[in-house]
């Protein structure tokens, strides 16, 4: 398993500090400073959209050891599922990423569901950054009009490095994982 060292109020404003140069309030205030320059384009927001709110994730991803499909006698670790907190600048609680499906949580019980659009390779260690398009947003609040996230500056989080074969078949591995999570919204 790999181990992350906890997210600390003091981390996250720091992680996010080198994400946007612009102070947030403290609670899910919009910014348009996060920076699209350094990113694959296939992670790129296309134009048209701004940046509304800024997080980092810290949790876990459920991995299952499973039967490779179209592989006979071979087996991956299959990915089921993160549960991460979202955090804000100053370390508070903004809400939570869980699923499946993938699932974004307001503190205010907004959620949002999305479709993958695009992935890009993060480091060797690391799961892909991703942008999803998002589906409309349930119940009113902080996610509503989401219209793309994208996951960035990732660490930790890829399958187990423990042998995945038919002697440990449906064992589950937990490992921990930080992202950013950008929320975007129409201009």
Not at 42 to 56: F, K, L, N
Not at 102 to 129: N, Y
């Amino acid at each position: 398993m790999h181990a992350l060292p906890s997210l600390t109020a003091l981390a996250a404003a720091a992680l996010l500090a080198g994400c946007a140069g612009t102070a947030g309030s403290g609670n899910m205030a919009a910014t348009n400073s996060f920076s699209q320059g350094g990113l694959p384009d296939a992670v790129r927001v296309p134009a048209g959209h701004r940046v509304a709110m800024e997080t980092v994730g810290a949790g876990s991803i459920t991995y299952e050891c499973r039967a490779k499909a179209g592989a006979a006698g071979g087996h991956e670790w299959f990915f089921v599922g993160p549960d991460a907190q979202l955090s804000g600048r100053g370390g508070q609680a903004m809400g939570r990423y869980f699923g499946p499906p993938a699932t974004w949580e307001g503190k205010d019980g907004s959620r949002v569901t999305a479709t993958q659009v695009a992935v890009a390779a993060g480091g060797a260690a690391d799961i892909p950054l991703q942008l999803v398009r998002a589906n409309p947003a349930t119940g009113a609040g902080v996610m509503q009009d989401v219209s793309y996230i994208q996951r960035v500056n990732t660490r930790g989080g890829v399958a187990p490095a423990m042998a995945c074969g038919a002697a440990n078949v449906a064992q589950r591995q937990v490992v921990q994982y930080q992202a950013y999570y950008i929320f975007y919204k129409p201009m």
